[in-house]
Every structure is written in C-alpha cells, then in structure tokens.
C-alpha cells in the first residue's frame, strides 16, 4: 500500500484529492500548510498540523497549497507539485503510464493538455485541430470560488468587481485570452462559472483521409448532444460530441470536463498506479 501526505488537506482541491486517494486504498496523511484551529476543520476530514515526524516513511508527498519550506528538507520519497503555479524547473508529469523511474520530481500539467492528449484515442484521420476553451475558474480551487462569489456579490449590489483573489475581472463577463505564440489554434475565453470546462474544436482530416470516431476509452462518454457546462459539472466522466461534415473531412469535436477531475485527480491517481 502506498503511504502519502498531501499537504494542503484543508482546501477545496486537497479535500478531493485526499478522498480519491482513500478510496483507492491508499494511506494518506491530510496536512495543512500551517497549525489549525478546531473551528477551521470542515467537515469529516481530520488535517494535521505539518511535522517532519509526520513524513517519515512516507513514499511520496502531494503538493496542493505551499509549506514551509523546511518541511521538505531532507525528504527521501517523490514530491507531486500539484499547485496551481507549481515550480517551473520541475518536469512536467508525463501524459501516460506511471511515475518515470529515477525521478524524484514532477509537477502536474493543466486540465487542457490532459484533455488534448485524448484526441488519438477518439478519432482516426486527425489533421489539423483548432478551436476554442471555455475556461471555468475551478482550476484556481478554493480562489477561484471565492473570488467569483466576491465578484458576483459586488456586480449584483451595484458595486465595481474587484479582480482581487482571481487575478481578472469574472463576474457576468467572458474574459477572451488571446492564444500565446506557438501554442498552436486554440483561444481561451474564461467564463464566469466554477465547475465545467468545454473544448469546442474544428478539426480537419490528414490529407487523404477521412475523419472516423472511436469507441469511447475508460473515463469518456459519447453523448447525443453537445455538453452544457452543467451537464459536465455533474458527470464523472468527460462528455464528448461529434458532429461530422457530409464529406467526413472535417468534423465540430465538443468535449466538456471538469478541470479538477481530468488535470488533479485522475492524473495522479494514473502517475501513482492507482488506476
């Protein structure tokens, strides 16, 4: 049985984490990022207060919110850095199989890449994939809820939003981002809802070929109609729609997931042979 810590336990993001865990039969160890109060446990989940002590023996450990960094020092297992700006000179995990042999680091990658990567195994003849992601702020965990709580509170009592917790104005407006260079075709448009990312993707066939859906893989479901934001949020699985042109050279690929599920939870689960 693998033995972990996650720390960050007391947030959003930790609390699911630690359930997933728990329920693949794995040892977790809930730690907060700092000493906490009785009236600061939320809920069933018991977190403890960060202790080297607490490491000891441990395979890995999780990182969801930031430790002091002392916490660390001298840890022998691997380190997942699964925050939302994670260190930038770790490797990224890898988008298939387990963990790397000889790695002692790896940070996650955004819900989006995980759900790209996907594209293969649903279609045959892919060529050219644009389009555009409708972003929810669930990937910001805890702040991305309560800054878009704050934001639409503000807007609903005649007040200006402040972009405060968020970073950027949410509330009752669609925020586009405009795609970075060399990132390929596809546009961000931030939408002011918590749970529920959709890709909607214009794809082309390779030249000489035509367009052919797959059966679905584990964790994906074809669906008759395009997904809404709330059917994704209510659905354990990524929800996916194929609508094909009449010469099936090109085809509108809808696919909805939920940010949290398909960049934290499945990852990991997947990276640490869970699943």
């Not at 890995?60 to 916490?71: E, G, H, I, M």
């Not at 691997?78 to 770790?90: K, S, V």
Request: hydrophobic share 45%.
């Amino acid at each position: 049985m693998l033995k972990l810590a996650v720390i960050g336990a007391q947030s959003l993001l930790g609390r699911e984490l630690v359930s997933a865990l728990e329920a693949c039969e794995a040892s977790v160890v809930p730690l907060s990022i700092g000493a906490l109060t009785v009236d600061e446990e939320v809920g069933d989940l018991v977190v403890f207060a960060p202790s080297q002590l607490l490491l000891e023996g441990l395979d890995a450990v999780l990182l969801v919110d930031t430790p002091d960094p002392a916490l660390l020092e001298g840890f022998p297992g691997r380190i997942l850095d699964l925050r939302t700006e994670p260190e930038a000179r770790i490797d990224a995990m890898p988008l298939a199989g387990t963990w790397p042999q000889g790695t002692k680091s790896l940070r996650g990658r955004p819900a989006l890449e995980q759900v790209l990567a996907l594209i293969p195994s649903l279609l045959d003849g892919v060529g050219e994939v644009g389009g555009t992601h409708l972003r929810s702020v669930a990937w910001l965990g805890d702040r991305g809820l309560d800054g878009l709580v704050e934001q639409t509170l503000a807007v609903l009592n005649g007040e200006d939003p402040q972009p405060g917790k968020l970073g950027y104005r949410q509330a009752f407006e669609m925020v586009p981002v405009t795609p970075v260079v060399g990132k390929g075709r596809l546009m961000e448009i931030r939408v002011p809802s918590f749970h529920g990312d959709l890709l909607i993707l214009q794809v082309r066939a390779q030249e000489g070929h035509t367009l052919v859906k797959k059966e679905a893989p584990a964790g994906v479901q074809w669906v008759d109609a395009a997904p809404s934001s709330r059917d994704v949020a209510v659905s354990a699985d990524l929800l996916a729609h194929f609508d094909l042109a009449t010469d099936s050279k090109a085809a509108v690929l809808t696919l909805g997931f939920d940010p949290v599920l398909w960049g934290v939870l499945r990852p990991t689960l997947r990276l640490l042979g869970l699943m």
